[in-house]
């Protein structure tokens, strides 16, 4: 049954189907098309959306939303043209605040090079993320640092074959401290490099308070209250 709620529009009280005469859902398309068949071509999919402006810097979306209230939108789904013959990027938005028809924020976007950005707007790099982020199914659920990243398994750095905590393969650069540049001993289990050390590295040196004001390089690491050669 339909109702008339005013010209060009009508209102179906039950299911909606395309291509069905059965639908189980509110609205329900089928068609034996695929779109995978030949992705740049829209009779391939079974649902197109298109704004026949030939704007650029203007967007298509699609919104959600569950509320009693009928402006408020959820989370959206923006195609954002950025060049001519429909060249963009997909925009993902959701509702980060409780209040009657507040903003959306942008929380993801895939932009029209490639480049994925979480939590930022213009992503430089294949993925960057504005904040922290966890690696691995136990890690998933933990607090990494603040723009930090933890991780579970290994990591490679130059190889993708990586069967320790951490491989390098090639050279690394670590900053070399000055004895009274270095940071506080605490946490223990700290490690660094300092270039005016009053004394030579020597095995015999090992777990001695460490001295500045020479000119000799060695390793030292910290025990939680003082920093000692080793």
């Known amino acids: 049954p339909t109702t008339d709620p005013g010209a060009d529009n009508f209102t179906v009280a039950g299911d ?17 098309v695929n779109a995978l068949a030949d992705t740049d071509e829209p ?6 959306l298109r704004n026949p402006a030939n704007d650029t810097n203007e967007g298509v979306g699609i919104a959600f939303g569950m509320s009693s209230s009928t402006n408020d939108v959820g989370a959206g789904i923006i195609f954002k043209r950025t060049n001519s013959s429909s060249k963009g990027e997909l925009q993902f938005y959701n509702k980060q605040n409780a209040t009657d028809d507040g903003a959306v924020t942008l929380a993801m976007i895939i932009k029209d090079d490639g480049d994925v950005g979480i939590n930022l707007s213009n992503p430089a790099n294949k993925l960057s993320v504005n904040g922290n982020a966890a690696v691995g199914s136990s890690y998933a659920s933990s607090t990494a640092p603040t723009n930090g990243l933890i991780v579970e398994g290994n990591v490679g750095i130059g190889t993708a074959s990586s069967s320790q905590k951490l491989w390098v393969e090639g050279t690394v650069r670590i900053k070399t401290y000055t004895f009274s540049a270095l940071p ?8 660094a490099f300092i270039s005016d050390s009053y004394y030579q590295m020597q095995s015999s040196m090992f777990a001695y308070s460490a001295y500045g004001g020479g000119s000799y390089f060695a390793p030292v690491y910290s ?8």
């Open 43 to 48: 009779e391939n999919y079974h649902l197109f």
């Open 184 to 191: 506080s001993a605490s946490p223990a289990g700290q490690r």
């Open 16 to 32: 909606v189907g395309f291509g069905t005469t059965t639908p189980i859902s509110p609205l329900q398309i089928e068609n034996s």
């Open 223 to 230: 025990d939680g209250s003082s920093w000692l050669y080793g």
